[in-house]
């Protein structure tokens, strides 16, 4: 079996990469997750030879056999994270260790091998490296990175494969909700739920997110933007949405936010908050919280705001709240004061522009 440690990357430049005169034309407004740069890594796995054939190569598209078992039971896991051009120019990622963690932890839920972090590590800096001028110039942009892999092998029996492929690609992007949404507006599903108790809720799986979309096409149908889901069992605690997770700011100056008991996926984001909040003297309580006191603490004004988080969209407020029970809206409907203090917190350390005395920033070139 190879010895991870020593994998070496084979590098092969892209022969016709996009023009730069495009290339600028693309980073001076890139959107989110449509453009990609010139590059990926891919990595192999099999039971025999373990991690091997790692390359940085020409992104294009993969070959694949009709029977690739993930194609069938959707054996597959990804991670989302950032690269940013700091303030003085240095290209970092944030807490990018903590991806590489949660990566191996999702693929023991998905009885998938898990892969090494310095190698994970590596394959994202060699990717971020090579597509080094594919950061967008737009103001808030970034270079979404994103490792992903899945089962490979051609087989049709139900069993963990035995054949994987592990990748990242890299979207050059910008803000994640349209400009001048300040504060977004959630649907509250009644009738799907994202995870069960004993399921994949904590695990960065495509099934999960396969799993929400019909709630978030409804979400879209009632004119908000993001759907927010109740646990499995009472339909009863708040636990987040599609792809964020959710903190309530209390009027005594608290912080609520869903417990990670399974069914909640574990932000990086969300630790980072917790702890930049209690840094600031808050009390955060990590506690279940009901969608009628939801509700109840709206209308009577002891929540004071209500904000989701994740990498994609950093930190985003949410206004206000339809389901099919009646539309409350939180505090004036905007984006409230603890939300902006803290977003602007967590966007100044991962830019460069404020104390990092935790170490999150990874500073690569
Ligand atoms: C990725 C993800 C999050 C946010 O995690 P971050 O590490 O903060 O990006 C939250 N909820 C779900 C369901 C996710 O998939």
Same mark, same amino acid.
């Given at each position: ?6 994998? $070496? ?87 990018? $260790? ?19 972090? $310095? ?114 069992? $009472? ?35 969300? /630790? ?6 209690? /840094?600031?003297?808050? /009390? ?70 404020? /104390? ?10």
């Amino acid at each position: 079996m190879a010895n991870s440690d020593s994998l $070496e990357f084979l590098v092969e430049k892209h022969s016709k990469p996009v023009p730069p005169a495009e290339r600028t034309e693309i980073l001076m407004n890139p959107g989110f997750g449509n453009l990609f740069t010139d590059h990926m890594v891919s990595i192999r796995y099999s039971e025999g030879q373990g991690w091997h054939d790692a390359k940085v190569q020409a992104r294009a598209p993969i070959p694949m056999d009709p029977a690739s078992s993930v194609l069938h039971y959707a054996q597959e896991i990804f991670e989302g994270m950032k690269a940013y051009r700091l303030a003085d120019g240095t290209t970092a990622l944030f807490r990018p $260790e903590q991806n590489a963690l949660r990566f191996q932890k999702s693929a023991r839920r998905m009885a998938m091998p898990e892969l090494p972090q $310095e190698i994970f590590l590596k394959s994202v800096e060699a990717l971020v490296d090579i597509d080094r001028d594919w950061f967008p110039s737009a103001e808030g942009g970034s270079l979404y990175l994103r490792p992903f892999m899945f089962a490979s092998e051609v087989f049709l029996g139900v069993r963990p494969a035995k054949e994987y492929l592990y990748m990242v690609i890299a979207s050059p992007v910008g803000a994640y909700f349209k400009e001048g949404a300040s504060a977004i507006s959630i649907w509250v599903s009644e009738e799907y739920s994202r995870a069960a108790p004993g399921g994949t809720g904590a695990a960065k799986c495509g099934g999960n997110y396969a799993a929400s979309l019909v709630a978030q096409a409804e979400a879209i149908a009632q004119d908000c933007d993001q759907v927010v889901f109740l646990d499995a069992a $009472e339909h009863r605690w708040v636990e987040e949405l599609g792809g964020m997770n959710l903190f309530f700011v209390m009027d005594d100056g608290r912080l609520i936010t869903p417990p990670l008991t399974g069914t909640i996926l574990p932000g990086i984001t969300r /630790e980072s908050i917790i702890t930049l909040a209690r /840094e600031e003297g808050l /009390e955060v309580s990590e506690e279940p919280y009901a969608i009628d006191q939801w509700r109840s603490d709206a209308a009577s004004g002891k929540l004071k705001e209500t904000f989701a988080c994740g990498t994609a969209a950093v930190v985003t407020a949410v206004g206000t709240v339809r389901s099919a029970q009646g539309d409350f809206t939180i505090g004036s409907g905007g984006p409230g004061q603890l939300t902006e203090k803290l977003r602007m917190r967590l966007v100044d350390i991962q830019r460069g522009l404020a /104390e990092d005395k935790y170490g999150w920033v990874k500073r690569l070139f």
